[in-house]
Nanobody
Framework: VQLQASGGGLVQTGGSLRLSCAASGRTLTNYNVGWFRQTPGKVREFVGVISRNGGSQYHAGSVKGRFTISRDKPKNSVYLQMNNLKPEDTAVYYC??????????????????WGQGTQVTVSS
């Protein structure tokens, strides 16, 4: 499956953005889809993940209550809605897909397919 992440940009503190992850090649509902972020010099950080059927998701503590993930099956896409953004949310955001077990989905090494990343910058 090929993934294309988009929707990043510059936003002020407290603002919102919605990132998109569009898939081609295979049906995205065959995969758990995670979001990760990375800043220069740091390891890729888990943000959240949604299950194959969209019925379950969990998020890192740093974004819980502010970020949600959803699926659009007809569009073969997954979205990351980010609200109440903070400067520390500034990073390149990546979507990724895996068929590994749900319990492993916060681990970036468990993902087989990655999008190219989209920059999110939150100004203070």
């Amino acid at each position: 499956v090929q993934l294309q992440a988009s929707g990043g940009g510059l936003v002020q503190t407290g603002g919102s953005l919605r990132l998109s992850c569009a898939a081609s090649g295979r049906t995205l509902t065959n995969y758990n889809v995670g979001w990760f972020r990375q800043t220069p010099g740091k390891v890729r950080e888990f943000v959240g993940v949604i299950s194959r059927n969209g019925g379950s998701q969990y998020h890192a503590g740093s974004v819980k209550g502010r970020f949600t993930i959803s699926r659009d099956k007809p569009k073969n896409s997954v979205y990351l809605q980010m609200n109440n953004l903070k400067p520390e949310d500034t990073a390149v955001y990546y979507c990724a897909a895996t068929q590994k077990v749900w319990s492993a989905t916060s681990d970036a090494t468990m993902y087989d397919y990655w999008g190219q990343g989209t920059q999110v910058t939150v100004s203070s």
